[in-house]
């Protein structure tokens, strides 16, 4: 069965700071992974996504994220820090064997630190 | 990319009742989902909906408390039946534009139940 991981809850961090949000992924074939932030009293927002191609993905915001396939992992990743990217996180896969579904990982909420 | 537009946005209901929500899409989607989240949780897939054809429930949801209606490509709506405090979660309705890509999703609708 397809699914992911987030193995922190909370992630804290300083403004200016690179942030890493961590995802493992475990699934039959090639994976199709995605990162979606929820900001609060809102819908889930897309920001990249891992078909095919280049390891390292750009997304929105600023994110970008590395896939990693020897460590079946799909970490976020941003340089530099903002207060307001302090959010809900999730990690996704999507099931393409059985109905496309997106299955999602349990979220990790980061916090930016002025 | 995709507009949602789903409605209500929140709604109050009291226990025994049923709420429909509705799921409007702006271009044609072969699978639409619907998806529960408790606040600050992840989300838990409830069924895909195929147009013209039954739901495809996840396992611990049934078509009698979830019954769904796909009654063209832009359009579903999803009914919360004879309603308990328990189902107080938001609900998301979400589409792909083709199979193994980005999915979409609505704005959500707070549900709670007294």
């Known amino acids: 069965a397809q699914s992911v991981a987030q193995p922190e809850d909370q992630v804290n961090v300083a403004e200016g700071n690179p942030l890493t949000v961590k995802c493992t992924y475990s699934?039959?074939?090639?994976?199709?992974l995605f990162w979606y932030v929820q900001y609060p009293n809102r819908g889930l927002q897309f920001l990249l996504k891992y078909i095919t191609g280049d390891n390292l993905v750009k997304g929105s915001y600023g994110f970008e994220a590395e896939f990693n396939k020897s460590q079946t992992s799909f970490h976020l990743k941003k340089p530099s820090a903002l207060v307001s990217d302090s959010a809900l996180y999730f990690c996704?896969?999507?099931?393409?064997?059985?109905?496309?579904?997106?299955?999602f990982g349990t979220g990790t909420r980061l916090q930016v630190f002025p | 990319s995709a507009v949602i537009s789903q409605k209500p946005s929140r709604d109050i209901c009291q226990r025994g009742t049923s709420l429909t929500i509705q799921c409007q899409v702006d271009s044609q989607v072969t699978m639409m989902f619907w998806y529960r989240q408790q606040p600050g949780q992840s989300l838990t897939l409830i069924a895909t909906a195929n147009q013209g054809s039954e739901a495809t429930y996840e396992s611990g949801f049934v078509i009698d408390k979830f019954p769904i209606s796909r009654p063209n490509l832009t359009f579903s709506t999803l009914t919360v039946s004879n309603m308990s405090p328990e189902d107080s979660s938001i609900y998301l309705c979400?589409?792909?534009?083709?199979?193994?890509?980005?999915?979409?999703f609505g704005q959500g609708t707070r549900l709670t139940v007294v």
């Open positions: 996704a896969v999507r099931d393409i064997i059985n109905t496309d579904k997106l299955i």
């Open positions: 699934v039959s074939g090639n994976p199709y």
């Open positions: 979400s589409v792909a534009l083709r199979e193994g890509t980005e999915a979409f």
